[in-house]
């Protein structure tokens, strides 16, 4: 073969699906593969591999057929400058069906990146497995979960949604470490709607059942949510600004920028009356360098906030309560969500800063019934295990289980500060003072103000942070004025530290 033919043979491969399928992609509002690949990796970056891969399938009409690329275009390049992975599904080739040359291209391209020591990204947009492949798109798709598993933790794995990802392949995604999707684009499920509606005779569009919004907003399958695919890629190129390229690496180090001058001032953004709410992550912003925050599942389980930002040009974790929602208690999704992110930040090397403002565990019987304690109890668990540097600050309320599981020093927290008017006790007062004063509250002549006499009793002795400062359970109390300075220091104490854990083959999260 001349280099005329070849250029010509590989234009036609370039071409993927051909010009109509082309157009029906951009019809529904999708890029191609090859367009994505583009706009996400820095210009000129790419670099494809097995790009003249054939297909394996001999039945049903498929001998003879040709398939440019097998429905995948795999490769490496570069984002913000350092090399990643990449695979995109073609849609525009027999719906971008996995086969197994399309499975092993992807398995090829993750074994070379982990290698290699760079993140994965996998642009997904397929109508699954194969169906003239086989029992043989089964092995493709099991192939790529066991990578997914076993490089969990070893290097980044990012999944994009960019069209359909039912039935078993939406466990790939499900086993990587953050997924992206994009209105009216994404749809992922296990069974469509029309399985459903034969099995259960429930009728639901694909949108409601597994459309961006839900996927993000309800179900927590998503962690990050855009408008359209450019807006998507500029997350995933701001997220990977934060990350290491691999569990051996540190995430790279950016030049120190002060908070934006038009970051609420620290001292004013909690409200005097300890029962207002306020947006804790207007304290991110005001701690964080240039008040970047790039927040992660920003429309699940708003009641507590998580996200990376930096400090002093560190890369960190926020992990936060949120009183504006649900005033910021623990429940089944939050503790979800926050567990996870401190396992990530734990994975790859990123410090951890705690901001705590929480009345407690959200009571009831539908949060016993979902599973309030085992899920609770990851919360335990993930800051237990982590060895990364742990700081916590107490900005407010810091009652019950929740003072122990937002990183408190008994969790093994590296540093914990607190501001002058936390409350840190068992419960809220009014709860605390109803109990042990029940007695002297019923035998009352005016019970209410024997009861705010009692609240304001339990608070004065208690609810103060010198009473676990004076333990040595808050290592020093700062003015919030001080909170970026002070976190700064105590970064760069904790920027070498150490520390091992028992050994084992690998413990047991709470499920
Ligand atoms: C073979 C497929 C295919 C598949 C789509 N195509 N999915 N070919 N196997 N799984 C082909 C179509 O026949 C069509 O070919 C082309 O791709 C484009 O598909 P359209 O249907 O025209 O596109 P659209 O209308 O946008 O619908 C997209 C879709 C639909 C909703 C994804 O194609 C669909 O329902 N596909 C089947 C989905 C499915 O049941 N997959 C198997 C899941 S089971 P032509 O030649 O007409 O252009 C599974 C188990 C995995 O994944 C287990 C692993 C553990």
């Known amino acids: 073969m001349n ?45 494809e591999l097995d790009q003249f891969a054939v297909h394996q399938e001999h039945n049903f009409g498929m001998e003879g057929k040709e398939l440019p690329g097998d429905g995948v275009v795999t ?10 992975g990449i695979f995109a599904q073609d849609f525009t080739v027999m719906g971008g069906s996995l086969g197994l040359t399309h499975a092993r291209k992807i398995t090829k391209m993750m074994d070379l990146a982990v290698k290699l020591g760079m993140p994965i990204i996998g642009i997904n947009d397929s109508g699954g497995a194969r169906i003239q492949a086989g029992v043989d798109s089964q092995a493709g798709y099991g192939e790529i979960f066991m990578r997914n598993a076993l490089y969990s933790g070893v290097v980044p794995q990012l999944s994009i949604i960019l069209g359909p990802c039912a039935g078993g392949a939406a ?12 209105e009216g684009i994404s749809k992922m499920f296990v069974t469509g709607p029309n399985v459903i509606k034969t099995v259960l005779g ?8 597994g459309g961006a919004k839900t996927l993000a907003g309800i179900s927590g399958n998503a962690h990050f949510y855009a408008a359209d695919e450019q807006a998507c890629f500029e997350q995933i190129r701001q997220l990977l600004s934060f990350l290491p390229q691999n569990n051996q690496d540190q995430p790279a180090a950016s ?20 029962k207002r709410p306020y947006d804790v992550r207007d304290i991110i912003r005001a701690i964080s360098d240039d008040s970047e925050f790039c927040e992660v599942h920003e429309v699940w389980a708003k009641n507590i906030v998580v996200g990376f930002g930096r400090i002093d040009g560190r890369s960190v974790g926020f992990v936060a309560n949120q009183p504006l929602y649900l005033a910021g208690v623990l429940d089944c999704d939050a503790s979800n969500k926050a567990s996870r992110f401190v396992m990530l930040c734990d994975t790859y090397n990123i410090p951890i800063v705690t901001l705590e403002d929480m009345p407690g565990c959200l009571p009831g019987s539908e949060q016993e019934h979902a599973g309030v304690i085992r899920n609770g109890a990851k919360m335990l668990y993930a800051y237990s ?19 122990v599981a937002m990183n408190s020093k008994h969790l093994g927290a590296d540093l914990v500060y607190s501001w002058p008017n936390a409350e840190i006790a068992v419960m809220g007062p009014e709860a605390a003072a109803k109990i042990i004063f029940k007695k002297d509250i019923a035998e009352a002549a005016d019970q209410k103000a024997m009861l705010a006499e009692k609240v304001k009793e339990y608070a004065e002795t208690v609810a103060n942070p010198l009473v676990a400062a004076g333990k040595g359970y808050v290592d020093a109390i700062i003015a919030p004025e ?11 104490l904790c920027a070498s530290k150490h520390e091992d854990r028992p050994k084992k083959k690998h413990g047991l999260p709470p499920a």
């Open 385 to 403: 295990v982590a060895t990364v540097p742990k700081i916590t600050v107490i900005l407010r309320k810091a009652y019950g289980g929740g003072y």
């Open 3 to 47: 280099n005329e033919q070849l250029e010509e043979f590989r234009k036609k491969i370039m071409l993927g699906g051909g010009e109509a399928a082309i157009e029906k992609q951009h019809a529904s509002g999708k890029l191609t593969a090859r367009e994505r690949i583009d706009a996400l990796l820095d210009k000129g970056s790419f670099e």
């Open 255 to 274: 030049a120190p920028k002060e908070p934006n001058k038009l970051a609420k001032a620290i001292g004013s953004i909690i409200p005097n009356d300890s």
């Open 482 to 492: 001080q909170t970026r300075e002070v976190l700064k220091r105590a970064l760069k």
């Open 202 to 209: 429930e009728e639901i569009s694909q949108e409601d059942l």
């Open 171 to 182: 466990y790939s995604p499900a086993l990587t470490d953050l997924v992206f999707v994009v």
């Open 75 to 84: 490769g490496t390049g570069t984002i913000n400058g350092r090399p990643v």
